[in-house]
């Protein structure tokens, strides 16, 4: 075994450092070393989009950049998009439309659609087709997902684009929430 | 996957000095779109991964209508596309690079990537084929300059050798009167690997709409991308009519020699190299004409 790096990157607005073998994807990394585990591990190969985070401003597919990669990089997951217990827009809507069922793709759809709405807060219908053409869902067949972020869009207005500095809870916050409000 | 050790020099000396060390045992990884998968698969099972995306020259796209373009092999798909040189001078090698994959896939994909894994059906080398380009390949020796059309020696293979790396593309400056275009067949919208693909680059004389210079570059019907060096031929000092086209058409054709598989049959593939070849070569000639308005 070689021997484990390093890597100094800033996570949803903290900065993160964190030991990895060389081997290891980033999705391993957050999963498995950060125990992020929104970001979801599906195809492997970059097909279906489910591990998807921003990587400096663009989205990636977790599952293809080495973790070694992310020295230096600003990321954002999907357990950065809320607000502590304020959902971001995003997430509002797609509750709102219905637009998930088993939910494994909803991270990787979220921070798709954040990546878009961040560079280009007006999309148009097939701008944003596109733009989740990277992300598989087999339940909601898309239509609830594109109307979801059309209408995050349309209610958003300033509150988009400020996602790489806002930090959601960690999961230790989470659990204290969750034991909190006796759940 | 198997273990590795990562190093991520920051020039290209080191680099190469590092691939020179490591020789078989080593790869570049730029984007690793295709390299992290194939090492997932234990198709390829390099002990060490040079990521050279942080080499400054390698990143970068610097044009300027006296020199041409100098295209750094690690630049992503998404910095191409965005890049309004690119747009503008080499729209069809531009729409190759945004064809690949999803935005995800963009956001790391690099054109020196696609080449260097040496599939025949890469969208971006037909694109490079028809604008002329130039691989800079820098090993612990010196440098050579290897024309596109002579880099993939067969499915996954190249004419790199240990130690060597594609530092950048260098492709001339697209004279008066000239443009480029890039079609590829899949059989759905977006997100799939080219039945077939064609890219062509045409400069005319607009007096007399004669071809001046042509290139036309195929993708998926062999096994490397094929620089049909007749097709090209037959077009220069022609008027660019429908006769003129056609006879392209056909030997373009005739150049290729595709096989049998999932995504077509030859048979199949034939036919579609001469229907992109002629559509490729009316946009191409369409933006041709166009292009000096915009200069």
Do not use: W
């Not at chain 1, 080495?66 to 950065?80: S, Y």
């Not at chain 2, 006879?247 to 049959?265: E, K, L, N, W, Y």
């Amino acid at each position: 075994m070689t021997k484990k790096i390093v890597v100094e990157t800033t996570i949803n607005g903290e900065p993160t450092e964190f030991l990895c073998e060389p081997r290891q994807s980033l999705l391993e990394c957050l999963r498995d070393v950060l125990e992020l585990t929104g970001s979801k591990e599906g195809c492997l190969t970059g097909d279906c989009g489910a591990c998807t985070v921003i990587v400096d401003g663009r989205a990636a597919c977790s599952c293809l950049i080495m973790g070694p990669e992310a020295q230096g990089k600003n990321i954002q997951t999907v357990e950065g998009l809320a607000t502590g217990s304020t959902l971001h827009v995003l997430q509002q809507q797609y509750l709102e439309h219905a637009s998930l069922q088993c939910g494994i793709c909803t991270p990787g759809f979220l921070m798709s659609s954040k990546a878009l709405l961040d560079r280009n807060p007006h999309p148009t219908e097939a701008e944003i087709r596109y733009a989740l053409a990277g992300n598989l869902c087999r339940c909601t067949g898309y239509d609830k997902i594109v109307r979801a972020v059309m209408d995050a869009a349309k209610s958003a207005g300033a509150k988009m684009g400020t996602g790489a500095t806002t930090r959601g809870p960690s999961p230790k916050e989470m659990t204290e929430q969750f034991v909190k409000e006796g759940k | 996957m198997h273990a590795i050790n990562y190093e991520a020099p920051k020039t290209v000396d080191e680099a190469v000095k590092l691939l020179a060390a490591h020789g078989e045992k080593a790869r570049p990884l730029c984007g690793g779109t295709d390299l992290i998968i194939q090492m997932r698969a234990g198709v390829r099972r390099p002990e060490y991964v040079v990521d050279v995306k942080n080499i400054a020259e390698m990143r970068r796209i610097s044009f300027d209508l006296q020199h041409g373009l100098r295209l750094g092999a690690a630049a992503p798909a998404i910095e191409i596309h965005e890049n309004a040189d690119m747009r503008k001078y080499y729209p069809g090698l531009t729409e190759a690079a945004h064809l690949i994959g999803s935005l995800q896939i963009q956001s790391r994909a690099s054109v020196g990537g696609n080449v260097c894994n040496g599939s025949p059906a890469a969208d971006t080398t037909p694109a490079l084929i028809a604008v002329g380009a130039k691989c800079r390949v820098v090993g612990a020796k010196g440098e050579r300059l290897v024309p596109v059309e002579e880099f993939c020696t067969g499915p996954g293979a190249t004419v790199l050798r240990p130690g060597e790396l594609l530092v950048e593309f260098q492709i001339p400056s697209p004279a008066r009167h000239s443009s480029d275009a890039y079609l590829r067949f899949i059989p759905r919208n977006e997100m799939d690997i080219a039945v077939v693909g064609v890219g062509a680059a045409l400069t005319l004389d607009l007096d007399d709409e004669r071809c001046v210079e042509a290139r036309i570059g195929l993708g998926a019907v062999g096994p490397t991308p094929i620089f049909a060096k007749d097709a090209s031929q037959a077009l220069v000092g022609k008027k660019l009519d429908n006769a003129a086209i056609e006879r392209a058409a056909q030997s373009a054709v005739a150049a290729s020699s595709p096989i049998d598989d999932m995504r077509g049959t030859a048979e199949y593939r034939r036919h579609v190299v001469g229907v992109l070849t002629r559509r490729v070569l009316a946009k191409a000639a369409e933006r041709a004409r166009m292009s000096d308005q915009s200069r």
